[in-house]
């Protein structure tokens, strides 16, 4: 099982799923409309490393961050 952790905005509670892939997860989290835009925007960090492959292999205790983008002053 993986965690998937929203951070940022997104203001969504952590959830643990069952995937092989990250493009299981994107297939899932596609379905819920308040997260649509949230993908289009995010990048993902794979056990605090910022990945760019969907098709890379998740292992148990994963942990999955979708990071949105900030602006700083």
């Known amino acids: 099982m993986v965690r998937v952790n929203f951070l940022g905005p997104i203001k969504k509670e952590s959830i643990f799923l069952e995937l092989k892939n990250l493009k299981e997860l994107k297939e899932i989290l596609q379905k819920d409309e308040s997260l649509k835009e949230w993908l289009e925007l995010c990048a993902l960090s794979l ?11 998740l292992k148990d205790k994963d942990e999955i961050n979708l990071l949105p983008p900030v602006s700083g002053g």
Request: hydrophobic content about 45%; proline content about 0%; overall charge negative.
């Open 47 to 57: 056990n605090d490393e910022i990945v760019s492959s969907l098709d890379i292999a």
